[in-house]
């Protein structure tokens, strides 16, 4: 019975031992996964069309169109608190078909958090400003009607399995619109969460940019796997 | 799989770990002897001089051309050893950049070049690592001002020397201006003992650094620079594919993207393309290898969505190389017209950019042969700062500890 045991023991120990060595190899062997440290900013709407007036605008998006306003930064504006050290910004801008200038300014920002404690802390942080600062409800974003605009414009084959997001709607004086989150988007079990904002600058009449917002949301693509897009907590 | 191609990647198992543990349990090299020490004003020369040559090589530095470099930092190592010599790049007496030079020899001449700022500390990390560090000494001991630390690309730090009474350095804080994260002694002794990497291991890297450091230490250097031939290449209209399911999927299928726009339609494009081969490379999903395939499946990958596609004619050839040159036969693959996957272990950074690719697929879509050899790839990274998205980056050749390739010839 003893040996009996101590052979059980030994095949144990032996599995134990290849199942280190076959891991530490795989680990030293395998490629990948070849994510950067951070991911921020992969979900920005990305100008790759032509300029008006030194502003790049999106390529084929219609009659009006719509670019980038100066650099993507990396300085945050002030209207939100500091979560986050890995924050950037960009202000969009949109044009009619004669290629003037509408007034509405816009704004995307990206919070990126590589630690599930610091992003839970940031999450709340942001949210209890928001509730103070302005109003918070937790909506349903329509994307069909961008889905549908922007059908005979794209060259991919991405097929969508929803049609609306979970997002929390903010209006204030100083800026209305659209936070979403993605939690761990690109690989499970890495510890990637962004924060994303769409909004409009010195307006609280969102509904007007609805639309809008919903088209920068799209166009700069975001993760379909469920369970990855959530609102606020 | 058969006993030929099991018996193959055990084999290169075992060949990949001997490669690999001498790079990670290599002793540090011993940097401080003269001869391997760089001055302030060698290493301004060879800023100059690759100031130059980058602005005639590089996407998005041709303002650099005729631009001048001033010393603007020295950096050390953990043995307070210069490590780098920071000079900003200032054209008409505007700030345009900066290029880090290596202080020692055995590392290559330019460590880091871009058009943005060096990292330093916020007022936030600032206070809080003062904080931190009056928090962990006693009333004996005194901080004293910071030694900026470089200890390779994105690991920059200030070390606080710490002083009992008598003036003498008794320990060292380190803060992380990257990460806003910070160090006592013993963790960073931990945290480099992972992520240090040794140049010695790689005989061929050696020869090469070598190379350019008695290349451009000629004084006829400069002038070589500005009429010097250079050789390139670039495959256009090779898609740009951002990082899904894994590295080595996304490049391979940056690859046949190209081929599905040259003659070979049925190929799909896009993520639809990405999770076909990665079903057929074996890509993992599963924790703790998720995103990471095993290069020696990349080839029977492609071959595999290539007969799906009844283009059952197409072969894909791996290469496995350690420690050899082999910038001449990539740049043939290039001049035939092909695009291909280069895996990497150990991968540095891109010219001008601070993260390092260790493990990691990339597409090559060209080269530059100049002072220093480059492979222009797409890294499956591209995002804002860096758009537009099809923006490609230069990588120099040898810049990995260990690679092995992938052609692909339809």
Known sequence: ?233 | MNIHKTVVVLLALLLAGMAIVPMVNATEPQLNTPSKMVSIDEAGNEALINVQDIANTAQGFSEWRDSEVVLSKTYFDLSENPAAYAFNVTKNGEYNGYILVSAQRDNYPVLECSRGYLPTLSTETSIRSKIKISESQTEDLVIKDPVPVYLGATFYFNAYPITDTTGKVVDHAYVDLINNRIFTSSDMKMEMAVNKSSLQANAAKQADIERLWSLESSPSAMTSVSSMTRSSNYIYDVPYYQWYRGCSPTAAAMVLGYWQSHGYPSYPTGTTLIDELANAMGTSSTWPFTGATFPLFIDDGIETVATNHGYSSLNSIENIWFNTDHFTDMTAEIDAGRPFILSMYGGGAALGKPDTYDEHSVTVVGYVGSLQNYLTIHDTWNSPPNYPLNEYRLLANMNWGGSMSDWVRP
């Open chain 1, 1 to 233: 019975m003893k040996q009996e045991w101590k052979r059980i023991m030994m095949v144990i120990g032996t599995v134990a031992i290849l199942v280190v060595v076959i891991g530490w190899f795989c680990g030293f062997v395998m490629i990948g996964p070849g994510l950067p440290p951070s991911v921020n900013g992969w979900y920005f709407p990305q100008p790759d069309g032509r300029y008006i007036d030194g502003t790049r605008v999106f390529a084929n998006t219609g009659a009006e169109h719509y670019g980038m306003n100066g650099p993507v930064s990396r300085i945050c504006p002030d209207m939100f608190p500091v979560i986050s050290s890995d924050c950037i910004q960009a202000q969009y801008e949109r044009f009619y078909a004669n290629d003037s200038r509408m007034d509405s300014h816009y704004i995307v920002i990206s919070w990126y958090f590589n630690n599930t404690a610091k992003f839970a802390d940031a999450e709340q942080e942001l949210n209890d400003f928001l509730k103070r600062s302005g109003t918070v409800s937790d909506i349903r974003l329509d994307l069909n009607p961008e889905f549908q605009r922007v059908s005979a414009f794209r060259a991919d084959d991405i097929q969508y399995s929803f049609t609306s997001v979970p997002v929390s709607q903010y209006t204030s004086n100083a800026t209305s619109g659209y936070f979403i989150v993605y939690n761990r988007p690109l690989i499970r079990d890495r510890q990637d969460y962004i924060i994303m904002y769409y909004g409009v600058l010195n307006d609280s009449d969102i509904r007007t940019h609805e639309a809008f917002l919903t088209t920068l949301l799209v166009q700069g693509g975001f993760p379909t796997d469920p369970g990855v897009i959530s609102p606020f907590a």
